[in-house]
């Protein structure tokens, strides 16, 4: 672990934290082209394949183990590749994933590798899947153990990025509140062709679309006078579990 004087500032950089391979596009798949489209650079640490929970269709189909492995990590590096983000794969095994201290130390060398202005992960809270607050555990565990001069490890240490919760399949059950709505219309077409990488889940396509519709009406009822004019807004949605950290009320 080293603490030298830091080196001169590069790009911004976001660091997403994913329960599953398809996690980051369905969720946070606005943001990420949003990052890459300035020329920010986005790691996206996914824990694991959802090779058990998330690729029924594939079961049904009468693929093995390793073969679905193999079907949903191509589908997410095609995913990241077309939001502009790099993906690194732990295959820790999912449903469930087991927070673990091994795994949260590898997330550590995540952070101190890249570096993050800001994290993106899983809320608190999902009744229906176990792997996402684990992931969320091990996300803001990490997070903090990265801050540590003491903790053992390569890299230097990092600062306190803040971090926002994209949200989950089921939000009212999930404890979450849309605290920011992020308006990515201008990316929406490239969110799309990434979400159309994910043949595994294709029955999600529709369903994040009509989200995206949702959240860029909301999004527009907060930004300005309600004049009921026709509009194409897609959003997503995103709560913080830090405070806010700012110099003006905006």
């Known amino acids: 672990m080293t603490h030298g004087n830091a080196p001169a500032a590069g790009p911004r950089s976001t660091l997403v934290v994913t329960a599953h391979a398809g996690d980051f596009v369905w969720r946070a798949g606005g943001a990420i082209a949003l990052a890459a489209s300035r020329g920010e650079k986005v790691t996206v640490a996914c824990l694991t394949f959802g090779e058990r929970g998330e690729s029924a269709k594939a079961w049904r189909e009468g693929r093995k183990l390793e073969e679905i492995k193999a079907i949903r990590r191509e589908e997410a590096e095609k995913a990241a590749a077309t939001l502009g ?7 820790a095994g999912d449903y469930p994933l087991i927070a673990t201290p091994e795994l949260t130390d590898k997330l550590v060398e995540v952070y101190r590798a890249t570096q993050p202005d ?15 607050p684990a992931a969320n555990r091990m996300a803001l565990e990490a997070r903090v153990l990265a801050q540590a001069i003491g903790y053992p490890g390569e890299g230097e240490i990092i600062g306190a990025p803040p971090v926002f919760y994209f949200e989950p399949h089921q939000p009212e059950m999930s404890g979450f509140r849309p605290e920011v709505l992020l308006d990515i219309t201008e990316v929406w077409e490239t969110k799309r062709k990434a979400m159309e990488c994910l043949g595994a889940q294709q029955h999600l396509w529709d369903y994040y679309t009509d989200l995206a519709v949702r959240r860029g009406v909301q999004l527009k009822r907060n930004a300005g006078p ?20 700012t110099q003006e009320l905006a």
């Not at 983000?85 to 295959?91: G, K, S």
Request: aromatic letters at 12%; a negative charge.
């Open 85 to 91: 983000a790099e993906v690194r794969f732990f295959d």
């Open 118 to 132: 800001v994290v993106l992960t899983h809320p608190v809270e999902d009744p229906y899947n176990g792997d996402h």
């Open 226 to 245: 309600n004049l009921g004019l026709a509009h194409k807004t897609m959003a997503e949605a995103y709560m913080r579990p830090y405070p806010q950290i």
